[in-house]
Every structure is written in structure tokens, then in C-alpha cells.
């Protein structure tokens, strides 16, 4: 008989986690999460994409040497560390493979902001998990794995990219995508 482990990815980084419906959690609620580093002896973290907040790095970071990143919005990446602030930078490489590096510095940040086709982003906190915690919630169906297309570039970083992912997975995902939240509302 085949573990549960048989069924998942061994390594999930750099694949995306969609909360399942039935997370109510305020934080992880139809939340996408780009998984940045997973190990199954020491865990997992990503940061959620999908969480923008009302603030702007120039709300945070009120010096002139953050001048250039003023005016980017913070994202909520998650529960841990909310009062670190986390620079990430997206592009594709090649022929259409996404590449990401999280945890920049301010001035790589700022950097790459003039480079064609990268994507800057400010988080508040990120997600983590302790050794086989995920693997464990995947098990159970809190997550739904799926392939980071480069395409989620083009995509607004908003709430709705949770419902535009799973429509584009297989038909079952779209019933869950259009699904309202409460299903006993209809």
C-alpha cells in the first residue's frame, strides 16, 4: 500500500499552494502561495501573493534611500515576522520558467525595478512550516498544489488570483473557483 507521502510532490518549492475552500482561516482564505523553500526534514515557507494591504513601502520605510520603492503596495506574506518587511523579485527565464529570488535587499529591490520583465513586490511576514507540517495539510486537503505558471506574472497580485488560478486547473477546480463562499447561500 502506498504511503500518503507517494502522492505529493517530494519538493515542493517553487510550486504554488492554493488554500481549499474549506479554509476559513481570515489570513489563509482563498490565499496563493508561492512556496520559496521546502525540505521535509526542516519544512517549508513561502510568501502569499494574493494579500495586498492598504500600505506602501513609503509608509513603512521613511528615508530617502528607500525614495524608489516609495510608492510600491506591501503584500501580507504571511503570520510570521508581520513587522519584517521582505523584498521579492519575479521573472521569467528562457522559455517560460518562472524564477524568484525572496529575501532581497532594499537596494536589489531597488535595482531591479529597472530590469525588463521582473516583477518587485514588498511582503509583511511570511508563511512557514515546520518539518512534515505541510506535507501533513496537503494530506488532509487544506492545499491544492499547483505549477507556478510564468503567466501569474501578468496577473493582478489581488484576491481574485485565487479563483483565476483554479479556473485554469480542470474542470472540477472551476466549480470550486465560481463556488460561492457560503455554498448553503445559493
Known amino acids: 500500500m ?3 507521502s507517494d502522492h505529493q510532490p517530494s519538493n515542493l518549492t517553487g510550486k504554488l499552494l492554493l488554500a481549499n475552500p474549506s479554509i476559513q482561516d481570515k489570513l489563509f ?9 521546502h525540505q521535509r526534514i526542516s519544512g517549508a515557507s513561502g510568501l502569499i501573493l494574493n494579500h495586498p494591504t492598504a500600505q506602501t513601502v513609503g509608509d513603512l520605510l521613511q528615508t530617502d534611500k528607500f ?6 503596495r506591501v503584500y501580507l506574506g504571511g503570520p510570521v515576522n508581520q513587522q519584517q518587511l521582505i523584498f521579492a523579485e519575479f521573472w ?4 517560460s520558467n518562472l524564477r524568484y529570488a525572496t529575501q532581497i ?3 536589489e529591490a531597488i535595482d531591479s ?6 516583477v ?8 512557514s512550516w515546520i518539518a512534515d507540517q505541510l506535507e501533513e495539510e496537503i494530506e488532509g486537503d487544506s492545499w491544492i498544489t499547483a505549477e507556478a505558471d510564468p503567466e501569474i506574472l501578468g496577473k493582478r497580485h489581488e484576491r481574485s488570483l485565487w479563483a483565476d488560478i483554479l479556473r485554469t486547473m480542470s474542470p472540477y ?3 470550486l473557483a465560481e463556488a460561492p463562499d457560503d455554498i448553503f447561500v445559493n
Open 2 to 4: 502506498p504511503s500518503p
Open 92 to 95: 521569467i527565464k528562457e522559455h
Open 67 to 72: 525614495a524608489a520603492l516609495k510608492n510600491l
Open 173 to 175: 477546480h472551476q466549480i
Open 120 to 127: 518587485v513586490r514588498a511582503f509583511a511576514g511570511h508563511s
Open 29 to 37: 482564505k482563498k490565499s496563493v502561495i508561492l512556496i520559496s523553500k
Open 105 to 107: 535587499s532594499a537596494q
Open 113 to 118: 525595478t529597472h530590469k525588463p520583465g521582473t
